[in-house]
């Protein structure tokens, strides 16, 4: 089933390039063969993967969508706005609009109960059943202070709980430019427990917080500074618990920040208007690169293949036989 369905992502998803090279090399990939996805709508932030492998985009006009495979193409399965009015939003990318259409940035399944948890940078923290449709809205503020822009997002898969950046308290997403220009600190990462309910946040003062990404063990969580170039470690567990740490210092600036099942973590990083998947291990040191690429806002590794996710391109890469 599995070799199936890469069979079908490579002819009629998406062509990257087939890749062969010594573990730990890196090397440069300047032109990169592609097909676009077949909707309509660019700049999928991130991607995530189902209880059942299948892989879901967020997209520039506020929808989620799901790759069903060919011919079926691409399904609209969620959106993040309760009263999004179809003729503004549909097919739009002016980002004008993210205030009413919506703009879903973080997205991860919980692999336990097959619900998609959302973080949509107007809409706050959300969630959809295994059939998608219109998200539940989960949190909208923590300790009396509104989201400002919800970036990133991934689950604890012991515990169930759920970690999220709020980028800025002062800048939308549609101000992004703000934010780095200003020298803005307000980001913040946050903890959602689905049984109370309850927003906690553990971490004030984030430079541009963006992608986050817990350990395999959950002793600690990941969250990248976009505007630090830096990933920061907050311990969750153990003696060094509620502290932060730098985790690692990049060259460039950190989108999503992504853990394969191996525990290792893949940073999608951007410097000069080119893009880099950069490899880590669970210590925070170097292992790998992948350079030349278009800005890149999610790296992720499934079986062999990196999966990449761009909010400039119009479409989603696949790496084959990568690893």
């Known amino acids: 089933m599995k070799s199936a369905l890469v069979t079908l992502f490579f002819f009629f998803f998406f ?12 090397f440069s990939l300047p032109n990169l063969n592609h097909h676009e996805i077949p909707i309509h709508v660019p700049q999928p932030e991130s991607i ?3 209880c059942n492998g299948a892989p ?19 399904r ?13 939003c549909d097919l739009t990318t002016n980002k004008d609009n993210e205030p009413i259409c919506g703009r879903p940035l973080g997205l991860k ?8 948890y959302i973080a949509d940078a107007y809409f706050g923290l959300l969630k959809t059943g295994p059939n998608g449709g219109v998200a ?6 923590a300790e009396g202070v509104p989201f400002g822009f919800l970036n990133g997002v991934d689950i604890d898969r012991q515990s169930g709980m759920v970690y999220f950046t709020d980028t800025s308290a002062i800048y939308q997403r549609r101000n992004w430019e703000l934010s780095v220009s200003t020298g803005d600190k307000t980001g913040r990462l ?3 427990d689905p049984w109370t309910k309850n927003v906690t946040v553990l971490r004030h003062d984030l430079s541009f917080a963006n992608g986050v990404a817990l350990s395999k063990d959950g002793d600690f969580v990941l969250v990248t500074q976009t505007t630090a170039k830096n990933i920061l470690r907050y311990w969750l ?18 989108d999503n920040i992504i853990r394969n099942i191996n525990g290792e973590f893949w940073v999608a990083e951007n410097s000069a208007g080119k893009g880099k998947a950069v490899k880590l291990d669970a210590q925070g040191n170097f292992l790998d690169v992948v350079d030349g690429l278009n800005p890149v806002s999610h790296v992720e590794q499934r079986y062999r293949n990196l999966w990449i996710g761009s909010v400039v391109n119009n479409f989603v890469g696949v790496i084959l036989n990568f690893v």
């Not at 062509?15 to 890196?26: D, I, T, Y």
């Not at 399944?109 to 998609?116: A, M, Q, R, S």
């Not at 539940?136 to 503020?141: M, P, V």
């Not at 567990?237 to 950190?254: E, H, K, S, W, Y």
């Open 237 to 254: 567990r153990g003696p060094r618990a509620n502290t932060v740490d730098i985790f690692f210092q990049l060259q460039g600036a950190p």
């Open 190 to 192: 946050m903890r959602y």
């Open 109 to 116: 399944f919980d692999l336990t109960t097959c619900e998609l």
């Open 76 to 88: 609209e399965f969620a959106v993040t706005a309760s009263n999004r009015p179809r003729g503004v």
């Open 56 to 74: 879901y985009v967020g997209v520039a006009d506020g929808r989620i969508f799901k790759w069903l495979g060919y011919p079926f193409g691409w």
């Open 15 to 26: 062509l990257f390039l087939f890749v062969h090279r010594a573990q730990g090399a890196s």
């Open 48 to 50: 995530a993967f189902d």
């Open 136 to 141: 539940q809205i989960l949190a909208t503020s």
